[in-house]
């Protein structure tokens, strides 16, 4: 497995845009796993529980709400195998599938879907990340925020 990182350079308005929907995505995680049986870590019985809940209160999409569902299962089943508990989300991530994230290698950019739309943003690389995306259609990845305040997109391949 392969993991390829490519920073985004957003405008001041994009910005805005990313950190609301960190801040959304993360207090959804958390507001996910205080209301859900601990017990329960099936993605498919948590989103029965709270997918609605989750839409309305944090306006996430559709898929975006699935996506936090999916990390708290996920989070969950780690946390139970090695016998912790799960810890608090943070604002430093969003995870993305194919249809709320594309890349374009024409002009070597990503489309995200974020809270209030969907926004296109051009990514900086060099020659190793044009190397291995060059042909490549990446179907998934996740929005990482920095501590310098900077944000990237890492995906992975085979």
Request: hydrophobic content about 35%; charged content about 25%; aromatic content about 8%.
């Amino acid at each position: 497995m392969l993991t390829i990182v490519c920073k985004i350079n957003p405008t001041t308005d994009q910005v805005v845009k990313i950190e609301a929907t960190l801040l959304a995505f993360a207090d959804a995680c958390n507001y996910i796993n205080e209301v859900v049986d601990p017990k329960l870590t099936h993605n498919v019985t948590i989103q029965n529980q709270v997918y609605r809940d989750v839409r309305e209160v944090f306006r996430l999409s559709s898929n975006l709400a699935i996506r936090a569902i999916n990390r708290v299962s996920s989070n969950r089943k780690t946390a139970k195998r090695m016998n912790k508990p799960v810890r608090k989300f943070l604002p430093t991530s969003v995870d993305y599938d194919a249809r709320i994230f594309s890349f374009r290698e024409k002009d070597w950019s990503v489309s995200l879907t974020l809270v209030g739309g969907r926004e296109r943003f051009l990514v900086d690389v060099g020659s190793y990340q044009k190397g291995k995306l060059s042909g490549f259609i990446p179907t998934s990845a996740t929005l990482v925020k920095h501590q310098n305040g900077t944000y990237s997109l890492t995906s992975s391949r085979r």
